[in-house]
């Protein structure tokens, strides 16, 4: 079984401009997350997919970040324009559900963003 | 103040030693209690959950929940070079309440030969 994917691995551009994300979920699986993680902080939720829709977007910083999820498939979170706070380590999890009762999430090796 | 706290580190302990580590945090609402391990480059992957208050245990990895103190542990017995890594705990609450993972600081753990 595929894992979750992310792409690029690592991007660097400059203060203002624009950045997407991708993040490919383990197949089947219908909820999506992405993470944060920031220069010496702990790891921070951004926001939750169930399918396609948006099911919590509480922690989205700002009004700079848009996550979409197409088809209920893929998803990409894009970063317009960027700034030099936006840097960090953008992680991606996917999981099947509650069918446990533990939401078990399965994470990707995430995307590291630059800002200069 | 941080809902879950965790030391930092680095943890260094010798080959087959016990490796002790633990969060303590501040809302009552979590139930669900996770352990991650993350090489450096790599994401989070997950060791083991608890439910509520308990022990679990998993091979060479044990997880101790104790709700009335809001502190987690992970022992990791027989330490290897390979469980050198960043240790992670997570928590959440019922589905009800909110699904997402709050996550500690993460603990930087060497194992030397």
């Known amino acids: 079984e595929a894992g979750v994917t992310q792409f690029p691995s690592h991007s660097v551009i400059e203060k203002g401009q624009t950045v997407t994300l991708r993040c490919d979920p383990i197949?089947?699986?219908?909820?999506l997350y992405w993470y944060r993680r920031v220069m010496g902080k702990e790891i921070k939720f951004l926001l939750h997919?169930?399918?396609?829709?948006?099911?919590?977007e509480s922690g989205m910083p700002n009004n700079r970040f848009l996550a979409e999820r197409t088809g209920g498939t893929y998803s990409t979170l894009k970063v317009q324009p960027a700034e030099l706070e936006d840097s960090g380590v953008y992680f991606c999890?996917?999981?099947?559900?509650?069918?446990?009762?533990?939401?078990?999430?399965?994470f990707g090796a995430g995307s590291r963003l630059t800002v200069l | 103040q941080k809902e879950v706290e965790q030391d930092p580190g680095p943890l260094s302990v010798p080959e087959g030693a016990i490796v002790s580590l633990n969060c303590t945090y501040s809302?009552?609402?979590?139930?669900?209690f996770m352990w991650y391990r993350q090489y450096s480059r790599k994401g989070p992957e997950l060791l083991m959950y608890?439910?509520?208050?308990g022990n679990k245990e998993d091979g060479r990895f044990t997880a101790q929940v104790d709700k009335s103190s809001k502190y987690i542990s992970l022992f990791i017995r027989d330490s290897q070079p390979s469980d050198s890594a960043t240790y992670l705990c997570?928590?959440?609450?019922?589905?009800?309440?909110?699904?997402?993972?709050?996550f500690g600081g993460g603990t930087r753990v060497l194992v030397k030969p």
């Open positions: 809302n009552s609402a979590f139930q669900y």
């Open positions: 997570a928590m959440s609450a019922p589905k009800a309440a909110g699904n997402k993972l709050t």
């Open positions: 197949s089947g699986h219908d909820n």
């Open positions: 997919f169930v399918k396609e829709s948006k099911q919590d």
């Open positions: 999890a996917s999981s099947p559900g509650f069918t446990s009762g533990a939401n078990v999430l399965t």
């Open positions: 608890t439910y509520s208050s």
